[in-house]
């Protein structure tokens, strides 16, 4: 298996654009996850999917921010509008079966917002 | 949920093992022990995890005191490419927990 994939790998944007990051988890895993890591705050839990379910969201910042994962091998995650304080590396990593399952991280796609 | 401790950063000689501690005494019984690390730019990845007993890999072992209030991820024989931040991660079983990464332990693999 490739393992998570991630896209783009690099993103540079003007503030108040849309941002539309993409997944693709490992075929066959169940849960799939969205962290955000700055240096100030470290690795945050943004939202996370069971069986393609929004299952919890609190993470998420604000109303700004959206996930979709409209089916088993892809999720995306969407700032509109986009601000400067969004700048971070966004992992999305997904798991298999339960809570106590490995989770298995993508590359990242690093994010600035000019 | 149970919350850890690490040290905010640690040093090791290449060739010498690198032992990184981590506290959770109010882990529950149901909890185990995960830890991950990331090496720079790279997202964290996976090196072992264990509930009670010490646990082995071909990466690390993992040594969990009998109360299970704390546990040391032992790298046995450190290299220069182990430069990586480790997170020590306690995880309880079925449910909906998901793991909370803190700060980690900053480990810098010295020659």
């Known amino acids: 298996d490739a393992g998570v994939i991630q896209s783009p790998r690099h993103e540079v944007t003007e503030m108040g654009q849309e941002v539309t990051l993409r997944c693709k988890p490992i075929s066959g895993h169940d849960y799939l996850f969205w962290y955000r890591q700055t240096m100030m705050r470290g690795l945050e839990l943004l939202i996370y999917f069971n069986n393609n379910v929004p299952i919890d969201d609190s993470g998420m910042p604000e109303d700004r921010f959206s996930a979709k994962m409209p089916n088993a091998s892809f999720s995306t995650l969407k700032i509109q509008p986009s601000e400067p304080r969004d700048s971070a590396v966004y992992f999305c990593?997904?798991?298999?079966?339960?809570?106590?399952?490995?989770?298995?991280f993508g590359p990242g796609t690093r994010l600035t917002v000019l | 949920d149970a919350k850890t401790t690490q040290p905010p950063s640690m040093d090791c000689a290449e060739g010498r093992a690198a032992n990184l501690p981590c506290n959770h005494s109010?882990?529950?019984?149901?909890?185990?022990v995960y830890w991950y690390r990331q090496i720079h730019s790279q997202g964290p990845q996976y090196i072992i995890h264990?509930?009670?007993n010490n646990e082995t890999n071909e990466m690390a072992s993992l040594i969990i005191t009998e109360d299970r209030k704390s546990s040391t991820l032992i790298l046995p024989h450190a290299t220069l490419r182990d430069t990586a931040v480790y997170y020590c991660?306690?995880?309880?079983?079925?449910?909906?927990?998901?793991?909370?990464f803190g700060r980690g332990t900053s480990l810098i693999v010295h020659p």
């Open positions: 990593a997904s798991s298999q079966g339960t809570a106590t399952d490995t989770q298995y």
């Open positions: 991660i306690v995880r309880g079983s079925g449910g909906s927990y998901i793991p909370t």
């Open positions: 109010t882990i529950s019984g149901n909890e185990y």
């Open positions: 264990g509930l009670k």
